[in-house]
């Protein structure tokens, strides 16, 4: 009940409001490397959760920030809870520059993995070089694949109360962001 009070009062704040789509960023002398991660389930302890980060995921995916990487969020949130979701991410501590790209129909929210992979094309396509991925389901995975994402560069990560991680092409599951943060560290090079 708690949840649908929760819903209501969103619906009323937010109108449905929907995240315009974002474009995809020229690549720069600079910075032409990119992370992109899953939002719900993967930021999130779970798809229901929306509200709530993960423990340190924050710190971790801000780690990858400052190593140079672009970083880049795909997600198919429902349109009650998209427009909150910039906002969201600043609260929570996420990196600013970063690219936010959301589900924009019925259609696309349907098939995730060919949504997440047609955005993760444009990428390629303007010269930008997808170097690590992180996500909790297997849609995800089925996009990184066909984005071109080598498993060793995939992460899953497990959803709260989850036995494990769902199927997929990734090096490793993941119980949160806080057991990942000196492989960040230590194994994945700077992009500078």
């Not at 710190?59 to 672009?70: F, I, M, Q, T």
């Not at 494990?164 to 194994?187: F, K, M, N, T």
């Amino acid at each position: 009940m708690r949840l649908f009070a929760f819903a209501a009062m969103a619906l009323g704040v937010s109108g449905c409001a929907q995240v315009p789509p974002a474009e995809v960023p020229p690549t720069s002398a600079t910075q032409h490397h990119v992370v992109v991660l899953d939002i719900d389930g993967t930021l999130t302890p779970n798809n229901a959760d929306v509200f709530e980060p993960r423990p340190s995921a924050a710190e971790a995916v801000g780690a990858l920030s400052k190593k140079g990487y672009k970083i880049v969020y795909v997600t198919t949130r429902i349109p009650l809870f998209q427009s909150m979701l910039p906002k969201w991410l600043q609260d929570n501590g996420f990196p600013d520059g970063s690219s936010l790209h959301i589900a924009q129909t019925s259609e696309e929210r349907a098939d995730p993995s060919d949504f997440k992979a047609g955005i993760l094309a444009l990428y390629s396509q303007k010269g930008w070089s997808l170097d690590y991925a992180y996500g909790d389901s297997s849609t995800d995975f089925t996009a990184y694949a066909k984005a071109g994402i080598p498993r060793e560069h995939v992460f899953a990560l497990k959803r709260r109360d989850a036995k494990v991680c769902q199927d997929g092409a990734y090096q490793a599951c993941l119980d949160g962001w806080s057991e990942h943060l000196p492989y960040i560290e230590r194994e994945i090079p700077s992009a500078r």
